[in-house]
């Protein structure tokens, strides 16, 4: 067998086998589907009056509070299959399959394609949620199809930010420290309003904040009015790229620790 | 062993209630949860929703003094597992069997475990109005009612507190009273936490505001703060949590005794 079918052959066993779980326990896929579904309910329902401020600038609240949503949805996924590769480390199952590949890194990958199967699905679900109950999308298919890239590099890069914390701290004890700095990057951006109404700190911290580019070109492209793309992209896919040398090294790590 | 040699209830309650505050004072990450992720959530919308006092009709120009109440009720929600998780493990490490055996009576039992609880929900009374009055907020009902609003704070806290011993006598898992935390967020954020009823214009989120018990508490929490004094929230929301209390103590009673009987 080439060193490059042995590659996917490992690949595509890790992934089935998590996808199976879910399969298996469809439990397990509640967490990542309740999460952004309440948000959505809570921040659309419970905030739409805001949309009506001067200045907010954005032509429905719906979609606009969906954008962020989505987005989250794909960085929490990514960190949801963190919580797979701990709980494995945890078993011992990790260090067998680590043991049993030849290109380790197809393991992680492997867990990488199960994380972006299970948020597509999230996806989905949410997306028909959101309008079954009235979000109108400004934009067409090609911005949706962006819009939809975008929170598959997001995704990506949340996974590879999981995967470098799990492969280095090996346990799923480790979890806060996977969510922590996620949720305060992800909180610290434009949620409820427009940057343009920030105030205070928070106005200061959204400015350098990576993921404002993200969920501002997010929210143009459901606008149809397609906005800094190649910013955002190039944020997302510039973090991915730093993170995928931060879960290398830390599989580097893990194979080090036997 | 005779009745005359079976400690007092005040005696039992406080051994068992010096037990909890140990215990909760050797547990750093039961503590410090509770106290951070609060002050965080505030300091975020406190900030990020500032430009929602533009709104026509909103009672104050400070969102901090609006959104001063969400930790505390937060913070109480929190007290569910504390509660839950810690006599859950006393069932499944065996420490509840061993009790049983001793003539412990069940509302001393049920006393001292919430004096945990209610440690917990003073430090954070203290660091929320500390931290809230350190960022500019005013209590426009004055000293007195910063007394009033720990009162409150800590009778949510006893409230909650207790939901988490029912649930954790029920199922005698941990794991089974943390899953209640998402439920009990959902009841938080599905509430007037954001912006006042009669300015949230969504019908169905208002309807599931105006039914949902934690709008009412945190509305007489809030009300001390931007209002001053209010009779009506202060009642509903002294009354609400007194309810909370009475029924979750009475279910976590019954749990407690039919956990003896299978003991």
Known sequence: MSRRRRYWSVLRTVAWRNLHSVIRAPALLLPPLAFPLFFYMAFAGGLSTVGGLPGFGYYNYDAFQFVFVLLQSAAFG??????????????????????????????????????????????????????ATGMQVGGNGIDLAGLVGLALVVNVAAFLFAAGVMTRLRTLQAAPAMQLPLFMI??????????????????????????????????????????????????AGGLAGLLTMFAWRGLRKAEAAG | MTAAATPALRTQARYLAWRSVIRTMRTPIVIVPPLVFPLF?????????????????????????????????????????????????????????RLALTPMSGPSLLAGQLTGVLLIGSLQAVAFLAAGLAAGATLQSGVLGAFVLFALSLSIAAAFGAVGLFAGLRTGSSEAVQGLFPLMFILLFLSSASLPRDLISSDWFRTVATINPVSYLIEGLRSLVIVGWDPEALGLAFGIAAAIFVVALGLATLALRDRMVRT
């Open chain 1, 78 to 131: 990514g960190v949801f299959i963190g919580f797979s590769i701990g709980a494995d480390f945890d078993s011992g199952f990790t260090r067998r399959l680590l043991l049993a590949a030849r290109d380790r890194s197809a393991v992680i990958a492997g867990y990488g394609v199960a994380g972006l199967v299970r948020a597509v699905l999230v996806w989905v679900v949410v997306f028909g949620i959101a309008l």
């Open chain 1, 186 to 235: 992800l909180m610290t951006a434009p949620i409820y309003v427009p940057r343009n109404l920030l105030e205070g700190w928070i106005s200061s911290v959204a400015k350098v904040n990576p993921f404002t580019a993200i969920i501002e070109a997010g929210r143009s492209l459901m606008a149809g009015d397609p906005f800094h793309i190649l910013l955002a992209f190039a944020a």
């Open chain 2, 41 to 97: 959530l505030l300091a975020i919308n406190a900030s990020g929703l500032s430009a929602a006092t533009n709104i026509p009709g909103f009672p104050t120009s400070s969102y901090l003094a609006f959104a001063l109440a969400f930790p505390f009720m937060q913070g109480s929600i929190f007290a569910t597992n504390t509660a839950g998780t810690n006599i859950a493990e006393d069932i499944g490490n065996g420490f509840f069997n």
